[in-house]
């Protein structure tokens, strides 16, 4: 079985540029999240999909980050204008969630964002 | 204060010995979660534990309910278990993983 894909694995940007991250989520998984990992810190999800309705983008921050997942499946993370402090590495992971039951997020290997 | 806390943040060992990294939490959970994450960022699910205790290979996960605790241990370490290792938990209040810190595991050949 494959598992999430993620592209670029590496991204050297200045700040004010633009930049997007892709992932592709383990095939027939419904849920995909979105995490950022600053260095020394735990992940911070960003956003959930279900299928392709969101299902919680609270701590995205909205005026810089958007993310979308029009078919259900790939999904796209992007940062205009990105700033220093969003130097991080980007996770995405899936899940196959049953209702009602609490399953194993399979993560992507992330994208290393650097914003000089 | 974290919802999650580990201990120890950064652990170095020498290869054979045995290993233990806790994590505490403060509010009620229906799942935790360990995570392996080398250099590079992947992660790695290793253990998902509601109740008890799971064992695979030398990696032993325990969780006292509780107590709001959990540990993982390591037998016959390697360096090739030189890795973070992450402990998530997922809350009765909502659908969220929460995150600890991370312990940094080094071993030494």
């Known amino acids: 079985e494959a598992g999430v894909a993620q592209s670029p694995r590496y991204k050297i940007i200045e700040k004010r540029q633009s930049v997007a991250f892709w992932c592709n989520p383990i095939s027939g998984h419904a849920t995909l999240y979105w995490y950022q990992q600053i260095l020394g810190q735990g992940p911070k999800l960003l956003i959930q999909?279900?299928?392709?309705?969101?299902?919680?983008d609270s701590q995205l921050p909205k005026d810089r980050f958007s993310a979308e997942r029009l078919k259900g499946v790939d999904s796209t993370l992007k940062i205009q204008p990105a700033k220093l402090e969003d130097s991080a590495v980007y996770l995405c992971?899936?899940?196959?969630?049953?209702?009602?039951?609490?399953?194993?997020?399979?993560f992507g290997p992330g994208t290393r964002l650097t914003v000089l | 204060k974290n919802e999650v806390e580990q201990s120890p943040q950064n652990l170095t060992a020498q290869e054979g010995e045995f290993i233990t990294i806790n994590c505490s939490y403060s509010?009620?959970?229906?799942?935790l979660h360990w995570l392996q994450q080398h250099p590079g960022g992947g992660i790695v699910s290793l253990f998902m534990?509601?109740?008890g205790k799971k064992k695979h290979g030398r990696l032993i996960a325990t969780i006292n309910i509780q107590e709001k605790h959990s540990s993982l241990h390591i037998t016959a370490s390697h360096p090739r278990d030189s890795a973070v290792y992450i402990c998530?938990?997922?809350?009765?209040?909502?659908?969220?993983?929460?995150f600890g810190k991370g312990t940094l595991l080094t071993v030494n050949p």
């Open positions: 992971a899936s899940s196959l969630d049953h209702p009602g039951y609490t399953d194993t997020q399979y």
């Open positions: 998530a938990v997922k809350l009765n209040s909502n659908y969220k993983l929460t």
């Open positions: 534990l509601s109740s």
């Open positions: 509010v009620g959970i229906s799942a």
């Open positions: 999909f279900q299928n392709n309705g969101v299902v919680d």
